[in-house]
Nanobody, 118 residues
Framework: VHVAESGGGLAQSGGSLRLSCAAS????????MGWLRQPRGHERELVAE???????NYGESVRGRFTISRDNAKNTVYLQMDSLKPEDTAVYFC?????????????WGQGTQVTVSS
């Protein structure tokens, strides 16, 4: 499974950005997809995730500002980021999961930088 992010870049505080991520499933069934982020000098943290059935889960710091959505036919997930804050500055990583032997296997993209200026 190959995962590739697009989008990101620079935004002003209060602005918006949209991230996209496509997973090349190569015959596998992709279950959950989502985004984590890693600010410089900090650990990676959950931003949002979505199941193949559309169930979503958001990190506390982005709830109400970010929206995750998914196109199952394209194995693509989107992250609409509104009301951006400087503390949203981080490298954003997309992940896609499949089930192997009853256990989840996660695949990661290389990450895309999001920078929010005050």
């Amino acid at each position: 499974v190959h995962v590739a992010e697009s989008g990101g870049g620079l935004a002003q505080s209060g602005g918006s950005l949209r991230l996209s991520c496509a997973a090349s499933a190569n015959g596998f069934d992709i279950t959950s997809m989502g985004w984590l982020r890693q600010p410089r000098g900090h650990e990676r943290e959950l931003v949002a995730e979505i199941s193949s059935g559309g169930t979503t889960n958001y990190g506390e710091s982005v709830r109400g500002r970010f929206t995750i959505s998914r196109d199952n036919a394209k194995n693509t997930v989107y992250l609409q980021m509104d009301s951006l804050k400087p503390e949203d500055t981080a490298v954003y990583f997309c992940q896609a999961s499949r089930i192997s032997g009853g256990l989840p296997v996660r695949y990661w993209g290389q990450g895309t930088q999001v920078t929010v200026s005050s």
